[in-house]
């Protein structure tokens, strides 16, 4: 009995991590951005799992549905030709008339990506393979600028090395300060 169990529980470790193997790698990462709306994971389908001529459909399967750029969209693609025609490597489908703009949430930023007959173009994985969050303190987000950053940062008469979160508290406290004189 033992040398006929052996085999078929090799057997189904096998098939279980065959199956495990096979079943989309982005679904895990789909599932959380649809949940938390967060920018690294949206950052991640778009640098891994999204590419330049996927459809629509495909896209929103990944993200959820897009909202459609409605107000503003005129500026929006005349800003977008002048880019494109001062670097056309940037943007070599052009920019028509009948291309549609749908955007997705990430944490404090949104991206917006440009469609043509319902496939995506103009997309670069490559610009999407670094997150830079922005730093929340006390309800005041504040894009992390690493140029901003000094050696040392004093708070309540000590010194500390400067980290982001401290930057950022040194930040709002200049700021609650030059607002009570």
Known sequence: ???VALPILVLLVVVTL????????ASVEADHYQR????????????????????????EELLGPGNPMEAGVEDYRESLRETARSAPDSYPD??????????????????????R??????FSPEQFTTFYPSYDLAGQAEPYDESAMESGIG???REFSATPLTQAKSTAEDSADSTEK
């Open 1 to 3: 009995m033992k040398q």
């Open 18 to 25: 065959a199956v495990v193997m096979a079943l989309p790698s």
């Open 36 to 59: 938390f709306r967060d920018g690294k994971s949206l950052y991640t389908l778009l640098s891994s799992s999204i590419g330049r001529g996927n459809s629509l459909q495909d896209v």
């Open 94 to 115: 052009g920019v028509f008339e009948a291309d549609t703009f749908m955007s997705w949430p990430g944490s404090d930023r949104k991206v917006t990506l440009q469609f």
């Open 117 to 122: 007959s319902g496939y995506l173009v103009n």
């Open 155 to 157: 708070i309540a008469g």
